[in-house]
């Protein structure tokens, strides 16, 4: 029996092992045939990326290349479209100045033979209704000057009464009210520990034994002034609707949360620079006038507390719009005055921050609005103006000649300059406006000679009267077309009111 078992269970440990071998072998079988799929899949995968990315890279040069035609075919056409414009407004004008140069002379001519007729008619006739005039006008106006001097010498000394009275009354209460904001400064308490009272700066909650001398707020609520006078704090008396209304005397009327900057001289109220750039965008509104309140704002970005007034360009900047408009050029040497906490210091400062040893009355005057927009209707004085344009001119000439390349050929009152990159664009010095594009006027002697030529060569050519104030012509090709002498327009096609040619 145990040989037996001993047969048995080695013939069962053999079994056992061949079918651990046989399941190892199917184990390694499967994962070979794992991997070889896996590996084909990846290897897909891989093929559909390569020939995704490759239809990309096509598809990208193709329309790279008809983006660049297109783009070459629109320029082109602008081109065109500028240079037909240009050769239209010269024929225009050389016709046009041939017929004025014309007229013009016909009307002096006529205008000579009137005026000389005319004059010898009203050199007899004033010289006998003169004389006889002369002496009661001369009496006349003496008693209407001495009447109305002594009517104005009146009207004016009630007028500057009334004003004295009305200014007194509003410093008096501008005192009173610093008077009250000094002693509201220090609130007068008790000490604990020795029984006597010191006096607490509710702003810096510093103590202090000493008597503020710009007063303080007793611990009854009474203030106790600069000038000893004793009185009861108003705000203690004021209702909340009193409190808020005191409030919004220094705030926006519109959004009534930031402080108001311009007081608009027809509507009455208090607008912050953002409310009222909404509310006098449109109607009759963007033809009302305004004067600064409050803080100065940046008058570039409109947004940011002023840091510096420009006395050349009479403007307000805070610290990041003046080194952008003050970078180079000539208002790189721009003298300024100071903004410290909204308030405007006179003393004048030049681009290295030492003073000039000016004082330009600038800044508190400013309004703006009105029926020529934007402004200082009340800003410097000429001649601070006039001083200040002189230091900044003289000052930035020598950083602007070194700063850009100026062409002297430009005309029209356009000068030629260079950028940082060497393009060239033209800024017009009189109105201010500058452009990349060169413009009309701009041009060489000898294209002033030619187009002198030209104009000369047109001006031998003779108009026919349309009727309603419109001549026809003839340009170069035999066309007919019609200027209009007294609107300076012209048209191929023809207007109303006049016969269509046969």
Known sequence: QCACRQYLARKRLQERREAQARELAALRMQSIQRGRVARRVAEARRQEEREKRASALLQRVVRGRQGRKKVTQIKRDIVEGRAAQAMQKRARGMLARKRVVKMREEATRERAKQTA??????????????????????????????????????????????????????????????????????????????????YMNIETQEPTWDVPPGGYTRKDGMLVLATGKVIEDPLTTMTDEERRAKELETKCSECESRDATRFCEQCGDRFCTTCYNDNHKTGARVKHSWSRLGPIECGECEKEMAARWCVVCDDPFCGTCWES?????????????????????????????????????????????????????????????????????????????????????????FVKYQDDGGNDYWFNEVTGESTYDEPVAVGTEGDVAAAG??????????????????????????????????????????????????
């Open 117 to 198: 007729a005319a004059l010898k008619i009203q050199k007899v006739y004033r010289g006998h209704r003169g004389r006889l005039v002369t002496s009661l006008k001369l009496s006349q106006s003496r008693t209407r000057r001495m009447v109305q001097t002594r009517a104005a010498t009146k009207i004016a000394s009630g007028l500057r009464g009334m004003m004295a009275r009305k200014r007194c009354q509003e410093l008096r209460k501008v005192r009173d009210e610093q008077l009250m904001d000094d002693a509201r400064l220090f609130q007068e308490v008790l000490s604990e520990d020795t029984g006597t009272s010191f």
């Open 453 to 502: 030529a030209e104009d000369g060569a047109a001006a031998e050519q003779t108009g026919t009267d349309a009727g309603g104030g419109w001549t026809q012509y003839e340009d170069e090709s035999g066309a007919v077309y019609y200027y209009n002498e007294s609107t300076g327009e012209s048209t191929y096609e023809t207007p109303e009111g006049v016969e269509a040619p046969t």
């Open 325 to 413: 408009m003050h970078r180079r050029g000539r208002r790189a040497a721009h003298p300024y005055c100071p903004i410290f906490e909204g308030k405007l210091d006179p003393s004048a400062l030049g681009p290295d921050g030492l003073p000039t040893g000016d004082e330009y009355t600038v800044g508190p005057q400013e309004r703006g609005g009105g029926e020529d927009g934007e402004g200082n209707g009340g800003a410097a004085p000429a001649a601070d103006k006039d001083l200040a344009a002189d230091v900044g001119a003289a000052a930035g000439a020598a950083a602007a000649d070194a700063e850009f390349e100026k062409d002297a050929t430009a005309g029209g009152g």
